[in-house]
């Protein structure tokens, strides 16, 4: 998998995660994606993901999104 679809994968499963969580334990939980939904909105428009920079630095093949 190259980056975009690992960051594409990790934000969809952290906005499950988070709708779950804020359904069994706490709304507060809904903050979480709020996050990620900023930051990939924030990422949309820089072309900047802090995530996309800690997966090129593990050595993961760049997609296009995130040259």
């Not at 998998?1 to 507060?28: C, E, K, Q, W, Y």
């Not at 909105?41 to 997609?63: E, N, R």
């Amino acid at each position: 998998m190259n980056i975009d679809r690992l960051i594409f994968a990790f934000a969809g499963s952290m906005i499950l995660l988070s709708v779950l969580l804020s359904n069994t334990h706490h709304p507060a939980w809904m903050w979480l994606t709020v996050f990620v939904g900023a930051n990939l909105l924030q990422a949309a428009f820089t072309g900047f993901c802090p995530l996309a920079k800690m997966l090129k630095a593990a050595g993961k093949k760049s997609g296009h999104a995130f040259d």
